[in-house]
């Protein structure tokens, strides 16, 4: 048995996840975990390297990393693809001036053998701020239309107010979880039902 398989059985049993969150730099990744896990937003520096998080949703334990995203720091991404069960992309929804960037190095990433199949969720941030881009009009800016290699889903979000931060999670975790844990011996029926709806939720509309 190769050390792989040993891994993906010890995390299987385990019910965990590792979810990468990446984005240009003050696009509020570190905001959203911390208001994820309850803790204060007042004060936040910009991450110059990486945090780790590890927290529970459901009955899973997700185990995330926060890399900081300074144009300095981006070649250095490739360290942490391994495992990569998700990709959260957030996005800074009033920055138009660095879209097409952000657009470049989220297609870049998506071309990455390490990050294959892994799911995305990318959280179109600071929908209260005046001027923010909406979740429509930024699916369309980074053409997440021509995704197809990944189930991706982009939700509106507020990592101040946060607002849909929850709703993001649990979509990200489900679709993680129906391609980790899903069991084969569930009847055949059924697994094609949860196929059908990977789909549907492999499809990104924005949600109402």
Not at 35 to 62: Q, R, V
Not at 150 to 177: F, K, Q
Request: aromatic share 8%.
């Amino acid at each position: 048995m190769g050390l792989l398989t040993i891994i993906r059985k010890a995390r299987r049993k385990e019910k965990e996840m590792r979810i990468l969150f990446l984005g240009l730099d003050n696009a509020g990744k570190t905001t959203i975990l911390k208001k994820l896990n309850g803790e204060d937003i007042k004060s936040i520096s910009p991450t110059l390297g990486f945090n780790i998080k590890t927290f529970t949703h459901g009955k899973y334990t997700l185990n995330i990393w926060d890399v900081g995203g300074q144009r300095t720091l981006r070649p250095y991404w490739r360290n942490y693809f391994e495992q990569t069960d998700a990709l959260v992309w957030v996005v800074d929804s009033t920055d138009r001036m660095r879209m097409a960037d952000c657009k470049d190095e989220l297609h870049a990433l998506l071309t990455e053998d390490r990050l294959a199949g892994a799911s995305l969720l990318v959280f179109a941030n600071k929908q209260d701020l005046q001027g923010s881009l909406s979740a429509s009009e930024i699916q369309q800016t980074l053409d997440l239309g021509a995704i197809t290699t990944h189930h991706w889903r982009i939700w509106p979000c507020s990592a101040v107010t946060g607002a849909n931060l929850v709703e993001g999670l649990d979509w990200v975790v489900g679709d993680v979880a129906g391609r980790l844990y899903y069991s084969s011996t569930v009847p055949a029926a059924s697994a094609v039902k949860r196929e059908r709806e990977g789909e549907r939720q492999g499809s990104g509309e924005v949600p109402v």
